[in-house]
């Protein structure tokens, strides 16, 4: 797959999260920083599963960040981030990440994501299994 080919094959993954009583502000909102922080956890548990898998041995760093704020999220129990892979490359995928509450989406959000090499620095290029693994998650980005 090219830098800039994307397919429709799957559709997103749905990852719930628990809110906790510290990722509400004083309007009863989840702060703003927090919604990044949940990003980040449902895109750990979704390419980091328990074992060994063989992928991003040395892990991963988000090299570009872009979060829209579509409506307040309100401190409840839980919420759904729905994650896609939008984009392959050669050194990096790009995931987006849709979070929702009450079946109503509030946070539209893409990462950029580079695997590291071994040295924990710099970047390297997706292994195969990394890419056929993305490959078969790879969904349309629909705005």
Do not use: C
Not at 57 to 66: D, E, H, K, R
Not at 83 to 95: D, H, N, Q, Y
């Amino acid at each position: 797959m090219s830098e800039n080919h994307a397919a429709v094959t799957k559709a997103p993954i749905d990852i719930e999260l628990q809110l906790r009583w510290s990722d509400e502000d004083a309007l009863g909102h989840v702060n703003n920083a927090r919604i990044v922080t949940l990003m980040e956890e449902a895109r750990l548990r979704w390419t980091q599963p328990r074992g060994k898998a063989g992928r991003f041995p040395f892990g991963t760093v988000v090299a570009s960040l872009q979060l829209d704020y579509l409506r307040p999220l309100y401190y409840q129990p839980t919420m759904t981030i729905q994650l896609s892979v939008v984009r392959i490359g050669t050194k990096s995928f790009s995931l987006r990440h849709v979070g929702f509450q009450d079946g109503a989406p509030v946070f539209d959000g893409t990462t950029v994501m580079v695997p590291l090499a071994e040295d924990g620095l710099s970047s390297r290029p997706l292994s195969d299994l990394e890419r056929s693994w993305l490959e078969g998650a790879v969904a349309a980005a629909t705005t």
